[in-house]
């Protein structure tokens, strides 16, 4: 079975101030991790991916986020945000066995408020 | 080359009517995805498409819900006799193989089923 919580619902943060939102995970296979994002009105768009190579992944927009497998985490982080950063955010994971079909299981989403 | 193509991007019906949910997905894809996100919410998967295998339907909420997948590529969602709890904006999502490993889901913009 696999799982994922973000543990803060809503982040706020100032323009150009750093970024982080946190999320645990647990798996019973060697997961891959996933941050996905969800601009108002906009379909999803995956960030970054962690597919047990780098354990730090470095996505889109500055973004990057580190596997941590001795916390089950993967918080996703960025040095400065900018306005345009405002958005929803998922943590994904999936367990996957090679040769079987799969599926991701999101976490409930963080929506992050960026301030002038 | 387009997105993922999700119609209606909106439906509003009344209790107890059947609604049909259109997905098109990125041409050549194989996989094909539905999920439910509610308010408040991460996304809950409902059923999965690969090729032509026999779906994973261990997401749907109850035997209201049924979907089918024509000659591998557009895809139907349809919610009989609509209660006010299935009222969610259902995502529908393509990757190119079975294996989530490696690739990334493309999702459409969703249609926001609001049941009266």
């Known amino acids: 079975a696999q799982s994922v919580t973000q543990l803060d619902s809503h982040v706020s943060v100032s323009e150009g101030t750093p970024v982080l939102l946190r999320c645990n995970y647990s798996s019973s296979y060697s997961p891959s991790l996933f941050w996905y994002v969800q601009h108002p009105n906009k379909g999803l768009q995956l960030l970054l991916k962690?597919?047990?190579?780098?354990?730090l992944v470095k996505g889109i927009n500055g973004f990057e986020a580190e596997f941590k497998k001795s916390e089950t985490s993967f918080h996703l982080t960025k040095p400065s945000a900018h306005m345009s950063d405002a958005a929803e955010y998922f943590c994904v994971v999936t367990d996957l066995v090679t040769g079987t079909a799969s599926k991701l299981t999101f976490g409930t989403g963080t929506r992050l408020q960026v301030t002038l | 080359g387009a997105g993922v193509s999700q119609s209606p991007s909106n439906k509003v019906t009344e209790k107890g009517k059947d609604v049909e949910l259109r997905c098109d997905p990125i041409s050549g894809h194989t996989a094909l995805y539905w999920y439910r996100q509610s308010l408040g919410q991460g996304l809950e998967f409902l059923i999965y498409f690969q090729g032509n295998s026999a779906p994973d339907k261990s997401g749907l909420p109850s035997d209201r819900f049924s979907a089918e997948r024509t000659g591998g590529s557009v895809s139907t969602l349809t919610i009989q006799r609509t209660q006010q709890e299935d009222s969610a904006v259902y995502l529908c999502?393509?990757?190119?193989?079975?294996?989530?490993?490696?690739?990334?889901?493309?999702f459409g913009s969703g249609t926001q089923l609001s049941v009266l």
């Open positions: 999502a393509s990757s190119p193989s079975y294996t989530l490993r490696n690739e990334k889901l493309f």
């Open positions: 962690y597919t047990s190579a780098a354990t």
